[in-house]
């Protein structure tokens, strides 16, 4: 079993930066995958950005390209999300998963485990 922790969510004005932590537990975690996620009220949970463990490729959704870095620290079995040039439109709440194999990243169907979510809130 694997357990995902987030922190680091809250209220910032557009233009400022959050960075999300993700800390894992339970499992080694040389073959997986680690994604964030975010879901807006009504909306359904779009993908952000993903890293595999091994090699440590990393993916971003389009929309934070240039704004956002993903990142992890082997030791700790965590996984950053740095967020900068917040915009209102990223207002959302943002969930971590994890998966031992996964083909397609952003498709939060390959995931089999989750964080509990943290509120990132961009005022304008």
């Known amino acids: 079993q694997v357990q995902l922790v987030e922190s680091g969510g809250g209220l910032v004005q557009a233009g400022g930066s959050l960075r999300l932590s993700c800390a894992a537990s339970g499992r080694t975690f040389s073959s997986y995958a680690m994604a964030w996620f975010r879901q807006a009220p009504g909306k359904g949970r779009d993908f952000v950005a993903g890293?595999?463990?091994?090699?440590?490729?990393?993916y971003y959704a389009d929309s934070v390209k240039g704004r956002f870095t993903i990142s992890r620290d082997n030791a700790k079995i965590t996984v950053y999300l740095q967020m900068n040039n917040l915009k209102p439109g990223d207002t959302a709440v943002y969930y971590c998963?994890?998966?031992?194999?996964?083909?397609?990243?952003?498709?939060?169907?390959?995931?089999?485990?989750w964080g509990q979510g943290t509120q990132v809130t961009v005022s304008s």
């Open positions: 998963a994890a998966a031992e194999f996964v083909v397609h990243m952003t498709y939060p169907g390959e995931y089999q485990y």
């Open positions: 890293i595999r463990w091994s090699g440590g490729s990393v």
